[in-house]
């Protein structure tokens, strides 16, 4: 995509990134870092104490004014039997064919409104060296009518913007 001018801090930016996300789930980003280290955190997968398991996933966004889907990178929660089964099947060929599996959004995303912590999930894996992809329940929450109804090339400004600049 090519470049914008930001309305929030006046600059031209030489691109308009199709894809943001958070580097850990909103549990790792609230926990001190003395106690990180009864923690594991990947580029894909976070788990807690033994407790709490994180996977990465994309969330993608229809753009009506192009082809190409906005995608944001968000973290979820999975039951510790879900995150088990995608762990053991992380590289075997034809993992996609397994059920979606339930989960919780631990992404705090920028941009909306009201918090997208917590909105339910089912998260489909795909093939080896895809991310998974996360479906949203249909509700009335604004990332939910985005994910199925898509957004304007103008909305992906205003994300990038919040992402940008907080």
Do not use: N
Request: charged share 15%; glycine share 6%; proline share 7%.
């Amino acid at each position: 995509m090519s470049g914008f001018d930001c309305t929030t801090c006046g600059q031209h930016h030489d691109e308009l990134p199709m894809c943001l996300g958070l580097s850990a789930p909103e549990l790792w980003l609230r926990w001190p870092d003395t106690e990180r280290s009864r923690a594991r955190l990947s580029s894909d997968q976070c788990v807690l104490e033994g407790r709490y398991y994180a996977i990465l996933g994309r969330i993608l966004l229809p753009v009506v004014d192009t082809a190409t889907p906005f995608t944001w990178l968000a973290w979820v929660s999975l039951s510790e039997a879900s995150f088990r089964r995608c762990d053991a099947l992380w590289h075997t060929p034809g993992r996609e064919q397994e059920p979606p599996c339930f989960g919780w959004l631990h992404s705090a995303l920028p941009g909306y409104s009201t918090s997208t912590l917590s909105l339910k999930t089912h998260v489909q894996t795909m093939p080896v060296g895809e991310r998974p992809l996360i479906t949203l329940e249909a509700t009335a929450h604004p990332l939910a009518l985005e994910q199925h109804h898509g957004i304007t090339l103008a909305r992906v400004q205003q994300l990038v913007e919040a992402s940008l600049h907080g």
